[in-house]
């Protein structure tokens, strides 16, 4: 019986004790296997001692993935470092927020701009190259116990910036053993094999991707770390290359694979399993997909970085519970709320709130908004209330009903209205700016007032937030449509859309 897994590295160390030569992290034609990775795991963790950096200290990387991304993060773990991988778009005043926000002691990055922004806050930077050098030299590894003090279950491991009601990005803290359980908890539904190949196109900011990294070595797979949202007519080859077994997917990854087979004249790959999070997926897509691959099987699933994974479906069980996204984890609840905070019963829709293990610690440095969000229920384990809406059925699945607040995903990413708003009225000229969320297969709108055309204001937008943000759509009008209590009437911008569409558009 395998031993339980206390601490993040912990599910490393096990891998390797137990299957040192199987393949670990591939990226690109660099694979390491999980001897490999173990080993410049630890040799980055006296790296990291020897430059000064101690438990408690927290590490940012924005960096494109690569294999020495995954011995980072476990020699992060090892050192007691809390790590927070950025998505390699982020720069300029997202990133001075997050250097602010989070005040680092080590910033890991290629670009040059960030590594100014980083020394004129006095913080260290190190690009990958000097990363890569003290991971793969070619001296023997430490000792495990080499870096001392280690962690405790309880100290924070990782630091995950999302989007939220506010017009910057906040972090969300795991600690070893929050993370630790949800690998656990996961794994036991969704049952990774260890001659499965994971095949992640989704980035390591994206927490969805950064656990399949974590998912494979605790069941002895390996994890290909493809680019961020590959969606290009590459996919399909690069499945069948990497004999891809199972896919972490989101809609738009899903969607040009099934157009890709439709037309494919060519191998397929042997996927056994696809999963999904972060939007719902589109029946038709799914449909297409089990024709074109008649061994796969789909499992559906939600959840928050908050909580990481809420529920999942069985497998298949989309086909017999259409529109649901599953059951709770093993060892945790999940259940709907009225505003008067009681539980509602089967079939009434209300707050969705999270209770286990998995509910992380909470935001850094937001104590306000922690406990907005996380109710710490004497007695009991922490709750999330989550600010989606559903209901549950009698037999415990969830059915989603969308939010309340300015939270939209696209595309499987988290993004908030408010972010990109503010972000549209930093570009000089624009006096306004409101987002329509999507809307089914609509993607998002942005709507702004000034004199910069469409084309003028995405561009300027790329310089504040990641690309994935941006909406693809951008009109121009006068004024925005207001309430009677002045804010920004969105049905109004609904109806709006019909009626300039002799505006300039992009």
């Known amino acids: 019986m395998r031993a339980p897994t206390h601490l993040l590295h912990d599910l490393l160390d096990q891998a390797a004790a137990r299957w040192p030569d199987r393949p670990a992290v591939t990226s690109g034609d660099h694979t390491l296997s999980y001897r490999d990775l173990d080993a410049a795991s630890r040799r980055l963790a006296a790296w990291m001692h020897a430059s000064g950096l101690r438990r408690g200290d927290r590490l940012v990387v924005c960096a494109p993935g690569s294999t020495a991304l995954p011995a980072l993060v476990y020699a992060a773990s090892r050192a007691g470092v809390a790590f927070s991988l950025l998505h ?39 690009t990958t190259e000097e990363i890569a050098a003290p991971a793969f030299a070619a001296v023997p590894a430490p000792a495990p116990e ?65 656990y399949q990294l974590f998912l494979a070595t605790r069941a002895g797979a390996r994890v290909v770390l493809g680019r961020p949202a590959e969606v290009g007519p590459a996919l399909l080859g690069n499945l069948v290359r990497a004999g891809a077994t199972v896919l972490a997917a989101v809609p738009s990854v899903a969607d040009a694979l099934a157009r890709l087979l439709r037309r494919a004249h060519q191998d397929t790959p042997p996927l056994r399993l696809l999963t999904n999070t972060g939007a719902a997926m589109p029946g038709q897509t799914l449909q297409a997909l089990r024709a074109a691959l008649p061994d796969l099987r789909v499992q559906l699933m939600f959840g928050l970085t908050e909580c ?65 969000r996380f109710h710490r229920v004497e007695g009991l384990l922490p709750q999330l209330h989550t600010g989606d809406y559903g209901w549950v059925d009698e037999e415990g699945y969830l059915y989603f009903d969308g939010r309340r607040d300015d939270i939209y995903k696209e595309n499987g990413f988290r993004v908030s209205a408010t972010e990109v708003e503010a972000a549209a009225r930093r570009v000089p000229g624009v006096s306004a700016a409101a987002v329509l969320p999507p809307q089914g297969t609509t993607p998002a709108l942005l709507f702004t007032v000034g004199e910069p055309t469409p084309a003028e204001v995405l561009q300027g937008m790329r310089e504040q937030i990641e690309e994935f943000k941006i909406p693809r759509r951008c009109l121009t009008v006068a004024t925005l449509p207001l309430t009677g209590n002045g804010k920004v009437d969105r049905k109004a911008l609904a109806a709006l859309t019909q009626e300039v569409s002799g505006a300039r558009a992009q």
Request: aromatic share 6%; with cysteine.
């Open 308 to 372: 990481k994974r809420a529920t999942i479906m069985p497998p298949d069980g989309d086909l017999e519970r259409p529109g649901s996204s599953g059951r709770a984890l093993p060892g945790t609840e999940v259940f709907v709320i009225g505003e008067d905070g009681r539980r509602k019963p089967p079939g009434e829709v209300g707050e969705i709130v999270v209770r286990g293990p998995n509910v992380m610690a909470g935001y850094w440095r937001r104590p306000e908004l922690t406990a907005q």
């Open 146 to 210: 080499a870096v001392r003090p280690g962690p405790l279950t309880v100290d924070p491991v990782c630091l995950i910036y999302t989007s939220g009601t506010t017009s910057l990005p906040k972090a969300v803290v795991s600690t070893h053993q929050q993370l630790t359980f949800s690998v656990d908890a996961i794994q036991a539904v969704l049952d990774y094999r260890p001659d499965d190949v994971v095949y992640s196109p989704l980035p390591l900011s994206f927490d969805y991707g950064l």
């Open 88 to 126: 390699e778009q982020v720069h300029g005043i997202q990133l001075d927020h997050v250097l602010d926000d989070c005040e680092p002691a080590l910033l890991v990055t290629d670009d040059t701009a960030s590594q100014a922004a980083a020394q004129r806050r006095g913080l260290r930077t190190a």
